[in-house]
């Protein structure tokens, strides 16, 4: 009988563990739903906190009439130093984007004839002409282009002033950052010297892996961008291409995304030297991307990426695709450190000791057998 009771009484407590455990989950959940846009603050401001710790320390190690700027000028600094170059970027690419979208819709009947000049030479594409009247639907369609280049001009400043009416969330991301920056790492400091010991050790070296992941992924992105954006100026400016300086800061920007970024860009400006000159100004430009592609893909990236940022290729693919599915353009920027920080977490946790191969570099020999005497 009182064994049936233990029984019982365990089971009892199994099944209320069980409940609680699913009800804490459920709850946790609608709290997560309902302070989303909380959280993704607060991880954007991560990011920028930790994107943004290197220029701050470099700051604080400028030395004025014999003293560093205290840290919370150093950010102040910083800060207003990044917002003016996103306004330089800013204004230097959308404003002529857009003008040479509009004239590039004006122009459109005039390519058009050309073409169709070209076409009345040549044989073979009279005859598909007459048979599928290609010169016609091209003109139908270039006499609608002017309005429809006009409307996507118009959607894009209505995308800006979109942006704009999400200045709060801004402020707020800007704001969280510049405390995190300020007074993160004293929080984080006398949080891990109260909990001591082993744990204190470990979260400190989380903590610096985690730092020195971010800062690593941040100077290699940022230094390739800046190499791809001075080949697009160099090539552009060679084959007398318009609008040099604003595709530049385009294909640095697109950069910034890794894997995918590089090839979007090159695909733009690939666009506009084809209205250049085509095909003499494309096909330079193809080849010259593709072989500076190629040289960043498989012989400087995997270097610094290497050495920075220790992710597997396809680990980052999928983390990359993830975090776009996610976030959108944030997500795709931050998967790969948040993979790397998490790579980090498990190593410092992993409670296996490391191996340690004998001056050889062999493994250890089996240790023979004992005989027990009869």
């Given amino acids: 009988m009182n064994r049936d009771k233990i029984d019982?009484?365990?089971?009892?407590?199994?099944?209320?563990?069980?409940?609680?455990?699913?009800?804490?989950?459920?709850?946790?959940?609608?709290?997560?739903?309902?302070?989303?846009?909380?959280i993704r603050w607060l991880i954007t401001a991560l990011f920028l906190a930790l994107a943004l710790a290197p220029a701050v320390e470099l700051v604080q190690r400028v030395r004025v009439r014999g003293h560093n700027p205290p840290r919370w000028l150093a950010i102040s600094i910083t800060f207003v130093a990044a917002f003016l170059a996103l306004a330089f970027l800013v204004l230097n690419v959308i404003p002529p984007m857009v003008d040479e979208v509009e004239q590039v819709g004006s122009l459109g009947p005039e390519y058009v004839r050309d073409a169709e000049d070209w076409a009345n030479d040549n044989q073979q594409f009279r005859d598909l002409n007459e048979q599928y009247h290609l010169?016609?639907?091209l003109k139908s369609q270039a006499a609608q282009l002017p309005g429809d280049f006009s409307d996507a001009a118009g959607e894009l400043e209505s995308f800006t002033v979109s942006l704009l009416k999400h200045l709060v969330s801004a402020i707020t991301v800007i704001v969280l950052a510049f405390f995190l920056l300020l007074e993160g790492p004293g929080l984080l400091d006398r949080f891990l010297s109260w909990v001591g010991g082993e744990r204190e050790r470990r979260g400190r070296a989380i903590a610096a892996g985690i730092y020195g992941v971010v800062r690593g992924y941040v100077t290699v992105n940022l230094s390739l961008a800046i190499v791809a954006g001075l080949f697009a100026w160099g090539m552009l400016e060679v084959l007398g291409v318009d609008l040099a300086v604003p595709l530049a800061i385009l294909v640095a920007l697109f950069d910034l995304v890794p894997l995918i970024g590089l090839t979007i860009g090159g695909l733009v400006v690939a666009a506009v030297a084809a209205l250049h000159s085509f095909p003499t100004a494309l096909l330079i430009w193809l080849a010259a991307f593709v072989a500076f592609q190629q040289i960043q893909d498989r012989v400087v990236q995997p270097l610094l990426y290497g050495r920075a940022v220790k992710v597997n290729p396809l680990v980052a693919i999928v983390v990359l695709f993830a975090g776009a599915q996610i976030a959108g353009i944030l997500g795709a920027l931050i998967a790969i450190p948040v993979a790397a920080s998490i790579a980090v977490v498990f190593k410092v946790l992993d409670p296996r000791p490391p191996a340690e191969p004998d001056a050889a570099g062999d493994e250890p020999p089996a240790a023979e057998p004992t005989t027990q005497p009869a």
Avoid: E, M
């Fill in 8 to 38: 019982s009484r365990t089971v009892f407590r199994i099944v209320a563990v069980a409940i609680l455990t699913i009800g804490a989950a459920v709850l946790l959940g609608l709290v997560v739903v309902k302070i989303d846009t909380t």
């Fill in 135 to 137: 010169t016609d639907t």
